[in-house]
T-cell receptor
Framework: EAQVTQNPRYLITVTGKKLTVTCSQNMNHEYMSWYRQDPGLGLRQIYY???????DKGDVPEGYKVSRKEKRNFPLILESPSPNQTSLYFC????????????FGPGTRLTVT | SQQGEEDPQALSIQEGENATMNCSYK?????LQWYRQNSGRGLVHLIL?????REKHSGRLRVTLDTSKKSSSLLITASRAADTASYFCATGGAAGNKLTFGGGTRVLVKP
């Protein structure tokens, strides 16, 4: 079954404590990306990756890091989380960039206190 | 500001009625995509329409694209309670490999 998985699904943490949200896909997709969704602001792209070792900034990359060492995984790293990073995060994958449909993960709800 | 902006922001209809929502965007695009999101869940792809296409159908969904007006519409015919969700348009290809989403339309279908 085609799947995009994210872990954890829910996380409450404190300011400054480094955390990683994992994203994994089993569809052999080249393109992976991270979004955050906030009320009134819709979905905004944080980072995306065209392939292994190829990553690029989206519209709101500040405060986030990513890496793409394997095709199936695309972790999102918050080195020093702050309360303004409290949000609902989605990972998405696609066969090839934004020219094809995106498959979304179930989301990770992050609260930073 | 967002590349895609939906109108209306919210829509309430009776089961069986049609629901129409619009999306406007600012720059040239390669394609426009529509997604559905049930409360707090991941987005589900509905339709992708390319810039050289004018209309596309999928089941009860009909999407139109007018590149001269930089706008698209999504029509859901014979709506059902299960269509209650938020609907988002997203534009791709305008700026490299970034996909830009609009703010969404919240649709409530009353039984």
């Amino acid at each position: 079954e085609a799947q995009v998985t994210q872990n954890p699904r829910y996380l409450i943490t404190v300011t400054g404590k480094k955390l990683t949200v994992t994203c994994s896909q089993n569809m052999n997709h080249e393109y992976m990306s991270w979004y955050r969704q906030d009320p009134g602001l819709g979905l905004r792209q944080i980072y995306y990756s065209m392939n292994v070792e190829v990553t690029d900034k989206g519209d709101v990359p500040e405060g986030y890091k990513v890496s793409r060492k394997e095709k199936r995984n695309f972790p999102l790293i918050l080195e020093s989380p702050s309360p303004n990073q409290t949000s609902l995060y989605f990972c998405a994958t696609s066969r090839q960039g934004v020219f094809y449909e995106q498959y979304f993960g179930p989301g990770t709800r992050l609260t930073v206190t | 500001s967002q590349q895609g902006e939906e109108d209306p922001q919210a829509l309430s209809i009776q089961e069986g009625e049609n629901a129409t929502m619009n999306c406007s965007y600012k720059t040239s695009i390669n394609n426009l995509q529509w997604y559905r999101q049930n409360s707090g869940r991941g987005l589900v792809h509905l339709i992708l329409i390319r810039s050289n296409e004018r209309e596309k159908h999928s089941g009860r969904l009909r999407v139109t694209l007018d590149t001269s007006k930089k706008s698209s519409s999504l029509l859901i015919t014979a709506s059902r309670a299960a269509d209650t969700a938020s609907y988002f348009c997203a534009t791709g290809g305008a700026a490299g490999n970034k996909l830009t989403f609009g703010g969404g339309t919240r649709v409530l279908v009353k039984p």
